[in-house]
C-alpha cells in the first residue's frame, strides 16, 4: 500500500524534449509538494499546492508546470528540457492545517531524470 | 529567510556506538517545526524524528533522539547502537509553521557511515 508514488522512477530523455512526472497520494491530505534534489544532494521547494490551488512557487524556471488535476494528484511537467534538469525530483504531500501530525511531510520514491 | 547549517559533511561510527550529527538553523519565527530525515541508498526520504519548538521536551524515537536547544538554534540527532541499517544521509529540516503548511527548508545533510 505505497502512500505516496511517482511515476516514472527513472526518466532518461534528450535535451530540448518534453516529459511529465506524475504524482498521487492515496493518504487523503490536502497539500502536496516538489522538491529537487541537485547533484550535492542538496533538497528544496520548487512548489506546493493546496487542495489543488497553488500556493508556493519558488523561483523556477517557467518551463516547469505543475498541474493538480485533483487533491491526491500533482503531477510536473517539464518543457524544453536542458541538462541542467538533471537531477532527482521528489514529490511529498501531508494534511492540512488543523489537524493532528499535520507538519509531517510524506515523501514519494523519487524520479531520476537525466538529460543528455 | 530561514537557513539550515549541518556542518558535518561525513561521519563514520562504528556498529553499536553512539553517534551525534550537529544542526543549527536561523530563523526569527517562533512557530515552527524540526525534522531529521534519512535517505539510504535506496533514495527514499524516511521521516527520523520531528520535534515541535513549543514543547521543551527532546523528542525520542526508539534509539534515536534529539537535543533541542531553542535558544541555541541547535537540533541534534543522537543514534544509539548503531546499526550497519542507520549508514545513509541524514538530513536536518526546518518547517515554519504559518496557520498551515508550509515547504521544509533542508540542510545540505550528513553522509553517515556505521562501519562492522
Known amino acids: 500500500d505505497t502512500a505516496v508514488s511517482q511515476t516514472p522512477k527513472y526518466l532518461v530523455t534528450q535535451m530540448g524534449n518534453d516529459k511529465s512526472i506524475k504524482c498521487e497520494q492515496n493518504?487523503?491530505?490536502?497539500?502536496m509538494y516538489w522538491y529537487k534534489q541537485d547533484s550535492k544532494k542538496f533538497l528544496k521547494i520548487m512548489f506546493s499546492y493546496n487542495n489543488k490551488e497553488l500556493i508556493i512557487n519558488e523561483t523556477v524556471p517557467n518551463r516547469f508546470s505543475p498541474k493538480s488535476p485533483d487533491k491526491a494528484h500533482l503531477n510536473l511537467h517539464i518543457n524544453s528540457l536542458e541538462l541542467g534538469d538533471s537531477a532527482v525530483y521528489f514529490c511529498a504531500s501531508s494534511q492540512g492545517p488543523d489537524r493532528e501530525y499535520s507538519d509531517t511531510q510524506y515523501f514519494g520514491p523519487g524520479t531520476r531524470l537525466t538529460v543528455l | 529567510a530561514q537557513t539550515v547549517t549541518q556542518s558535518q559533511p561525513e561521519m563514520s561510527v562504528q556498529e553499536a556506538e553512539t553517534v551525534t550529527l550537529s544542526c543549527t538553523y536561523d530563523?526569527?519565527?517562533?512557530?515552527?517545526?524540526l525534522f531529521w530525515y534519512k535517505q539510504p541508498p535506496s533514495r527514499q526520504m524516511i521521516l527520523v524524528i520531528r520535534q515541535e519548538a513549543y514543547k521543551q521536551q527532546n523528542a525520542t524515537e526508539n534509539r534515536f533522539s534529539v537535543n533541542f536547544q531553542k535558544a541555541a538554534k541547535s537540533f541534534s540527532l543522537k543514534i544509539s547502537d548503531s546499526q550497519l541499517g542507520d549508514t545513509a544521509m541524514y538530513f536536518c529540516a526546518f518547517m515554519f509553521w504559518n496557520s498551515g503548511n508550509t515547504p521544509l527548508v533542508f540542510g545540505k545533510g550528513t553522509r553517515l557511515s556505521v562501519i562492522a
Open positions: 493518504l487523503g491530505h490536502d497539500t
Open positions: 530563523t526569527s519565527e517562533n512557530n515552527y517545526y
